[in-house]
């Protein structure tokens, strides 16, 4: 987990670029012409909106700088010395600090001045005002170009910086300068630092992982330290001081047995006595390097008693290693990691929330409950592996060995009832077991159930019939005889059509175009009925006839006719004229007629048509908005076309924006 991510600061412009960035961004972003004709108040909001316009872009703008930037009291203690060592300390707040000030400034400046452009009395005294708030807020931003310079290389720099987590588990590697350190973080990390043979190759802090346990290490390789006072130590140095100072980690103190680095044994056992109070409540392992040119027994006894004097003052051990041959590495790396593991442990345990977790653990201890002895089970397996004789009478018998005992598959029946627990075991192997208080289902079937059932069915029938009587008399009796016969008719009749409808094979054929019709007289039709030896009398008659009453109105069906004729006699019956009835046939006529057209059109009347007609133009009017060709047409159009979006707005134009 990186806890800071530097690479994502942006970048700081130069005092110029910042000056030029922000008025053109209010040229762009602002009206820039004022028309003949306006009223002042509208003066005033033209120039107004371009000096709150500014004095927003740059405060928004030094507030991003200012927050992107870390602050040294709110960090890791490591990193605030690291850029106190690296930038100084003083000079970064100082930037910063004049950074806020400049912002402080300007929004001075920008209150200032609108409080004046609202009292202005003319066009040029507005934008005389509105000059000299730019300017001022300009002049105040150059001022600051030596700041934003500084920040810029500031960030550059911590762009370049190793992301280090500090609360990982980490190793640190220090010695005098090539002594093998970035060799070995070569070795066991991906990581890939210069190597040569000379002295202060590295001159900054290198990170590289390694995998250990399933756990994720970080291995750090710091410059090479001398042996001089603190004060005296350049800013290369300074680093590693830094990470040996903050960082918790397993310190792997390298000594050059060889002497190739340059310094003697015990001038890299002065370093070690000179920088050991950083070692304070850390891990430790005194690394031997380049074992391959120099054997730890071919030391003379001054210098290995050197090297084991420094290792008994911290109590730690020294492990031989090779960086040429690999002899030796992985054994540093397990040490390490394992020493640092249990540091760790070690550290949480002395912690106060060991204890509160300790206070709030309860170890149960079971009491024995008889005295029955009850022995530990061993696995013949376990018992074979320690040599041990088996247990008597360890194995079970099984459904698979009565199985084989008694035939094997095929033959052997397996008992599923053996294992019932029942109140009474006699009653494992009864046809129907007993299921509720001495009970079974036999004790609850009837034998003649059957019979009766039989019985029931008839009853049933019985009073469905003599419910249908009853139900066929009460409708004869609400009708009388004319008008039980005139639905008599009625229902013949209906049977009738839909017979007719069922048994017409004609509607199941595919209509024949006019084009394959040929038209013949009714002349041509009875010369041929004729040939034929049909009398064509009857068919001639039929056709003028159908010819005649071909219109607008429709002929009444036989049914209609019958209806209608029943009720004339009805009214004669009960006395009314003539005359009446006719009236009142002929006007039934009219209404069927218009019911007729009435079932042919969806709506009641002309208002429910004018208002469908109404509704219809209403739910056209999104579309045709919309540009649409129909409710199917899905196209979706430019929403910003770019010759409406693009380049310097003029006065008067927000509308289409």
């Avoid at 992982?209 to 410059?223: A, E, F, G, I, N």
């Avoid at 680093?239 to 390298?254: C, E, G, I, S």
């Avoid at 024995?368 to 004789?389: F, H, M, T």
Wanted: with cysteine; hydrophobic share 35%.
């Amino acid at each position: 987990m990186v806890v800071y991510n530097f690479k994502q600061i942006a970048v700081v412009p130069t005092a110029k670029d910042f000056v030029d960035i922000i008025l053109s961004k209010t040229q762009r972003k602002t009206p820039t012409v004022v028309r003949t004709g306006y009223k002042i108040s509208r003066i005033r909001r033209f120039y107004l909106l371009k000096v709150k316009f500014t004095q927003q872009n740059y405060h928004d703008r030094l507030h991003q700088i200012l927050d992107e930037f870390p602050r040294l009291d709110d960090i890791h203690p490591f990193y605030a010395d690291l850029i106190n060592i690296l930038y100084s300390k003083d000079h970064y707040k100082l930037a910063l600090g004049q950074l806020n000030v400049a912002k402080t400034l300007i929004d001075g400046v920008g209150k200032d001045y609108l409080k004046l452009i609202k009292y202005g009395d003319s066009l040029y005294r507005c934008k005389e005002l509105k000059r000299a708030a730019l300017g001022r807020m300009c002049t105040v931003m150059k001022k600051l170009g030596p700041s934003l310079a500084y920040l810029e290389q500031v960030r550059q720099h911590l762009s370049r910086l190793p992301s280090i987590d500090p609360s990982t588990r980490t190793l640190i590697i220090t010695g005098y300068p090539n002594v093998g350190k970035s060799s070995f973080i070569n070795k066991v990390t991906q990581a890939n630092v210069e190597v040569q043979p000379y002295a202060f190759t590295t001159k900054s802090l290198f990170v590289g992982h390694c995998d250990y346990k399933y756990m994720r290490w970080q291995v750090l390789d710091t410059p090479g330290i001398l042996d001089h006072p603190l004060e005296e130590r350049n800013t290369i140095e300074m680093q590693a001081v830094t990470a040996l100072a903050h960082l918790h980690a397993t310190v792997l103190f390298f000594i050059d047995i060889s002497e190739q680095c340059g310094y003697s044994i015990e001038k890299q056992c002065a370093l070690f006595e000179s920088i050991k109070p950083l070692f304070a409540n850390k891990p430790l392992l005194i690394v031997a390097n380049k074992i391959d040119a120099r054997k730890l027994e071919e030391l003379n006894s001054s210098d290995r008693e050197r090297i084991e004097q420094i290792a008994q003052s911290r109590d730690t051990q020294i492990v031989p290693m090779s960086n040429a041959t690999e002899e030796g590495i992985n054994n540093v790396m397990t040490k390490a990691c394992d020493m640092l593991l249990t540091n760790r442990v070690e550290k949480a345990l002395r912690s106060k929330k060991v204890d509160n977790i300790v206070n709030r653990i309860h170890i149960a201890k079971p009491t024995p409950r008889d005295n029955k002895a009850r022995p530990p089970q061993i696995p013949d397996s376990v018992l074979a592996e320690r040599g041990l004789p088996k247990e008597p009478n360890s194995e079970k018998k099984t459904e698979r060995d009565i199985e084989l005992e008694n035939g094997g598959p095929g033959v052997y029946t397996v008992d599923m009832r053996k294992r019932w627990q029942l109140e009474n075991p006699e009653w494992k192997y009864d046809i129907i077991p007993e299921i509720i208080d001495g009970k079974n289902v036999a004790d609850f079937i009837d034998p003649d159930i059957e019979a009766k059932l039989v019985e029931l069915e008839k009853e049933e029938e019985e009073l469905e019939a003599q419910f249908a009587n009853q139900m066929e008399e009460d409708e004869e009796s609400e009708l009388d005889e004319d008008t039980a016969e005139l639905a008599q008719k009625i229902k013949d009749r209906k049977k009738v059509i839909i017979k007719s409808r069922s048994t017409d094979l004609s509607r199941n054929r595919a209509p024949m175009p006019r084009s394959k019709l040929q038209e013949t007289s009714i002349e041509d039709a009875e010369e041929k009925l004729a040939e034929r030896g049909v009398d064509p009398s009857k068919f001639a008659a039929t056709v003028r006839a159908r010819s005649k009453s071909r219109g607008t109105k429709r002929t009444r069906d036989n049914a209609d006719a019958e209806m209608e004729d029943a009720e004339q006699e009805e009214s004669t019956r009960r006395g009314r004229s003539r005359g009446r009835s006719e009236t009142r046939s002929a006007s039934k006529a009219r209404d069927a007629s218009s019911a007729s057209r009435r079932s042919q059109s969806p709506f009641r009347n002309v208002k429910q048509k004018l208002e469908a007609d109404k509704q219809k133009k209403k739910s056209q009017t999104s579309l045709k908005l919309n540009a649409r060709q129909g409710e199917g047409d899905r196209h979706v159009f430019d929403e910003k076309p770019k010759h409406l979006f693009s380049g310097k707005r003029s006065i008067s134009k927000n509308q289409r924006r």
